[in-house]
C-alpha cells in the first residue's frame, strides 16, 4: 500500500469521509479501505461511514461493475444515506470500469457521486481538491444567510483535534459571524447550504473549490493560515473586519487576558522555551500557523521547517533534522520513528494522529485552545527520557 501522503485516495476519503448523512463507499481492494479505516483511531470510532466493494479477481477479469452496482445497493438499504461518494482505486482505475454509467443507472434515493482517486494519478492534495470539487455539483443555489456567515475550507475528516478546533473556531467569531458549512465536518443538508455564505475562508487545501464557488455563487474567498495563538486569532480577525466592518477588539482583550492568567503560574517555564531550536512538518495551513505562533509568541527558533505537499522525500527533510541542532520535533505519528531515533520530544499536531486518542474537548486554536497547547508542550517536553541540548538550557 502506498503511504498516506503519496496516495491520491487517501485525499478523497480526508475530504468525503467527514460528511455525516453520507457514505464513502471505495471501488477497490479491501487494503485501500482497511488503511484509510486505520485513521479513525483517534476520532470518532462509533461513526464509520464508509465502505468498499472489495474487488476480487474474478472482478478484475470480468470486470467490477456489477460488484459495484450490488453495494451501492446495499449502502442504501443499511444505511440510509443521503449521498453515497463512489471513489476509485488503483485497481478499478486499471481494469477502466465505467462507474459513471453504474452511478447513473442507480434507482436508490441516495445521490451517487463519483470521485476517480487511483493513488498512482496523484498524492493525497490532488485526492483532497478533488474530493472537494465533487461536492460542488451537490450544492444548491441559495438566499444568503441574514447575517454574516463563512464555510470554511480545507479541513480532513480526520486531522487531530478537529471537533474541538471547530467549536473553538466559533468562539474565534465572538458572535457576530455565522459559521456555516465546515468542509470535511459538516452535515449533507449544511453542504447543500454552503452558498448561502457571504465569504470562503480557505484554510490553504480546498483552493479549487472556492475559485468553484465564486464561479458559480458569487462567493469571494479568503486564503487564512491555521489561526495557532492570537497571531493566528488576529489574522482571521483581520480578514473578518475587512469583509464585514465589525470590531473584534473586545475578543482579543478577552484572548490576551484569558491566556495571560492561564499561563501565569508556568511563566517560568514559557521562558526557559525562549530560542529553543525546533522542527517542524505539516499541511501547509497548519504549518504557516504553527510557525507563526511558535516563533513570534512561544520564542522558539524553527531550524527545519516544511511543508508536506512541496516535499518530493520526506527522508530529505528528516536528514535535515538529523544534521540539525534542533531539541523539539513537531509533526504528525508519522515523525515518531524519528523522534525515538533522535530522541526528541515529538508534539503531534499534524494528520496523522493515529497513536494518541483524544475524549475530550480540548481544542489547540482560541484562548482556551492555547492554554492546553502549551500545556501538552511543556509535558511532552518533561516526559522525553534524555533531556540534552538545548532543552538543558
Not at 146 to 164: E, K, T
Not at 379 to 388: G, S, T
Request: charged residues 20%; hydrophobic residues 40%; glycine residues 8%.
Amino acid at each position: 500500500m502506498k503511504p498516506a501522503y503519496s496516495c491520491k485516495l487517501f485525499g478523497a476519503h480526508q475530504a468525503l469521509s467527514g460528511i455525516r448523512n453520507a457514505v464513502v463507499l471505495f471501488h477497490s481492494v479491501v487494503g485501500c479501505q482497511f488503511g484509510s479505516l486505520s485513521f479513525h483511531v483517534p476520532q470518532e470510532m462509533t461513526r464509520i461511514n464508509q465502505t468498499c466493494t472489495v474487488i476480487s479477481d474474478s472482478d478484475v477479469v470480468f470486470g467490477g461493475e456489477n460488484s459495484l452496482s450490488r453495494a451501492l445497493r446495499h449502502v442504501e438499504e443499511l444505511y440510509a444515506p443521503q449521498a453515497i461518494f463512489v471513489v476509485t482505486g488503483c485497481v478499478s482505475d486499471i481494469i477502466q470500469d465505467d462507474i459513471h454509467s453504474v452511478a447513473a443507472d442507480f434507482s436508490g434515493r441516495a445521490q451517487v457521486v463519483t470521485v476517480e482517486a487511483a493513488g498512482y494519478r496523484g498524492g493525497i492534495s490532488q485526492g483532497y481538491e478533488a474530493g472537494l470539487v465533487a461536492l460542488a455539483g451537490c450544492m444548491e443555489p441559495c438566499p444568503k444567510s441574514l447575517h454574516p456567515r463563512v464555510n470554511l475550507l480545507g479541513l480532513g475528516a480526520d486531522d487531530p483535534r478537529l471537533s474541538a478546533d471547530i467549536s473553538a473556531f466559533r468562539e474565534l467569531l465572538d458572535g457576530q459571524v455565522e459559521l456555516g458549512a465546515v468542509l470535511s465536518h459538516c452535515t449533507w443538508g449544511e453542504l447543500r447550504q454552503a452558498p448561502a455564505a457571504h465569504l470562503n475562508l480557505v484554510l490553504g487545501r480546498g483552493l479549487e473549490l472556492a475559485k468553484c464557488m465564486e464561479n458559480r455563487f458569487g462567493i469571494p474567498y479568503q486564503v487564512l493560515d491555521y489561526p495557532c495563538g492570537l497571531t493566528g486569532a488576529q489574522a482571521l480577525w483581520d480578514i473578518l473586519s475587512g469583509a464585514f466592518g465589525l470590531d473584534f477588539s473586545p475578543a482579543r482583550d478577552r484572548f490576551i487576558q484569558r491566556t495571560a492568567q492561564g499561563l501565569a503560574p508556568a511563566y517560568s517555564y514559557l521562558q526557559a522555551l525562549y530560542g529553543i531550536p525546533a522542527a517542524l512538518v505539516a499541511s501547509s495551513a497548519r504549518a504557516r500557523g504553527l510557525a507563526h505562533f511558535l516563533t513570534r509568541e512561544l520564542g522558539l527558533e524553527l531550524v527545519c521547517q516544511a511543508e508536506r505537499e512541496s516535499l518530493e522525500d520526506v527522508e530529505d527533510f528528516f536528514d535535515q533534522v538529523r544534521i540539525s541542532e534542533a531539541a523539539l520535533l513537531f509533526g504528525s505519528s508519522f515523525e515518531a520513528e524519528l523522534a525515538d531515533d533522535m530522541e526528541l520530544p515529538l508534539f503531534r499536531c499534524d494528520y496523522p494522529v493515529f497513536d494518541r486518542v483524544c475524549v475530550t474537548d480540548r481544542p489547540l486554536i482560541g484562548p482556551e485552545g492555547t492554554l492546553h497547547f502549551v500545556e501538552d508542550l511543556l509535558n511532552e517536553i518533561m516526559v522525553c527520557r534524555r533531556q540534552k541540548g538545548a532543552l538543558y538550557q
